[in-house]
């Protein structure tokens, strides 16, 4: 779900990467506003590049069949020791080095962190909003109304507020897909971004051929932080389809992902936007397509012959009522699968919710219950399957030694998840992000013992709640 983009004039492509070669500069300064809560962990400063023992998880899913056994790579009973923000071991009984810090994980459960692949963080400030209406009354009455009232100050509120909601819920990967143009509100949205400690994409539209804004945003902003990278973000459509080759000619000597919104509503299909992104070369594993519910077989069959990757956003194109993707149709032929939150329209970050909903909606449409995806396979969908969906699987997804420790442990000891019956299943039917316990992303703790660290979220409700008030008295 994005807004509606305006039409602009053809651009050419020397226009758009005019600028390219820009040097960047110095790099972004960050910085947490908010005062810490005492957890008694050690302090954030010192966590970076320390070592952590996770001791005596109950269950562990690596998502690795060669760690572990089954599809999920399960292991019970294990430790996972992370050196310098990667893994360095995942087994039983491991020796905890010398000043480890050894964080006890008896009676819980650990896996990957969730990795959402398609998100819209500063539609916050509309939670709830439009409860009754399509994705096109949505875009008129909730974002474009808001969009243009935006500060910078109001932004970084907003997009905090979001980030740490998808982190407290397990999320330590996300793609946010932003048609916000001016330099100093990009700025503030990647402070804000930076700030959490979350692990992010910036998949930034340019509404024209702007490749001097484009290239600072990516060199000046994006690069200089460790967690972040870049994406040009486009709306595949006929109508705009030279400023689309633009934008996949900028990615191209970015050596970035292109990241298209693709058939959401059936209304769209004048837009052809599969045949547009054919036309300008752009089929390829280095384009990610967001919902690409109302695709064809032929369509279908082209996305997966060209190695194509896709968001599936199921939350999301329930309450829009847009339809429901052809998971299946995706699965038979291969195509790389990521699930997405998708901002506004889901009103939470929710991945839970998100993984119970991609099976209950396909298994609704095909009234069977064996129908794709199983728990196990929506389990890898939320995090392997997304970062293959990115290209980031050498990286994250999967606890293997060598990745980055990028990973969440699960407290299943709560009213809603007890007793124990069948852990995994219950991770996708039962959870809630209530039941994260920690969070670690690069090895470092952005939540234990169920609160978010060094994050005084009193103070960013607060932020959000004024900034949120202040916007509507200009309305």
């Avoid at 992010?200 to 702007?210: E, I, L, R, W």
């Avoid at 936007?273 to 990610?288: E, K």
């Avoid at 196990?376 to 994250?396: C, K, P, S």
Wanted: aromatic share 6%.
């Amino acid at each position: 779900m994005q807004s509606a983009p305006t039409p602009p004039s053809a651009p050419s492509r020397r226009a758009l990467l005019t600028g390219l070669g820009l040097a960047a500069a110095a790099p972004l300064a960050l910085g947490v506003t908010s005062r810490a809560v005492p957890l008694n962990p050690p302090e954030q400063s010192a966590q970076v590049g320390r070592t952590v023992l996770l001791r005596g998880a109950s269950l562990v899913l690596t998502m690795d069949p060669a760690v572990g056994s089954g599809p999920l790579g399960a292991i019970e009973n294990a430790d996972v020791l992370m050196q310098n923000g990667t893994i360095a071991a995942v087994g039983t009984a491991l020796q905890a080095p010398r000043g480890a810090w050894v964080v006890d994980a008896s009676g819980k459960l650990a896996m990957p962190g969730f990795v959402d692949t398609h998100t819209h963080l500063w539609q916050a400030v509309i939670r709830g909003g439009c409860t009754d209406r399509d994705l096109f009354g949505w875009f008129q009455g909730c974002t474009d109304p808001q969009r243009g009232r935006l500060t910078s100050a109001a932004l970084h509120s907003f997009v905090r507020l979001a980030a740490l909601d998808a982190v407290q819920s397990g999320v330590t990967t996300l793609v946010d897909w932003v048609d916000i143009f001016s330099y100093d509100l990009v700025e503030s949205y990647v402070r804000a971004l930076a700030g959490t400690g979350v692990r992010f994409t910036y998949a930034m539209f340019p509404p024209k051929p702007d490749a001097v804004l484009v290239t600072k945003v990516k060199k000046e902003l994006v690069d200089p932080v460790a967690l972040g990278s870049f994406q040009v973000a486009t709306h595949a459509a006929r109508a705009v389809q030279d400023l689309n080759r633009a934008h996949w000619e900028a990615a191209q000597d970015m050596g970035v992902m292109l990241n298209s919104h693709v058939l959401e509503r059936p209304e769209q299909r004048p837009d052809d936007p599969i045949g547009v992104l054919a036309d300008i070369g752009a089929l390829g594993p280095r384009l990610l397509i967001n919902h690409a519910i109302h695709l064809t077989d032929a369509e279908i069959a082209a996305v997966a012959e060209h190695d194509v990757r896709a968001a599936h956003c199921p939350l999301s194109n329930m309450r829009l009522a847009s339809g429901i993707m052809r998971l299946s149709e995706f699965r038979r032929r291969g195509v790389k699968v990521g699930l997405g939150l998708d901002g506004g329209t889901n009103d939470s970050s929710d991945f839970h919710a998100l993984m119970k909903t991609a099976i209950g909606l396909q298994r609704a449409r095909a009234t069977d219950a064996g129908v794709f995806p199983q728990v196990h396979d929506v389990l890898r969908m939320a995090t392997l399957g997304g970062a293959e969906a990115l290209g980031i699987a050498d990286r994250v997804g999967s606890l293997t030694p060598g990745k980055r420790a990028d990973l969440v442990v699960i407290d299943p000891a709560a009213l809603n998840f007890a007793p124990r019956f069948d852990w995994v299943g219950q991770i996708v039917f039962n959870g809630r992000p209530e039941n994260i316990d920690a969070v670690f992303v690069e090895g470092r703790a952005l939540k234990l013992g169920g609160r978010l660290v060094e994050v005084d979220t009193d103070r960013v409700v607060r932020e959000a709640e004024a900034a949120a008030t202040r916007l509507r008295a200009t309305a």
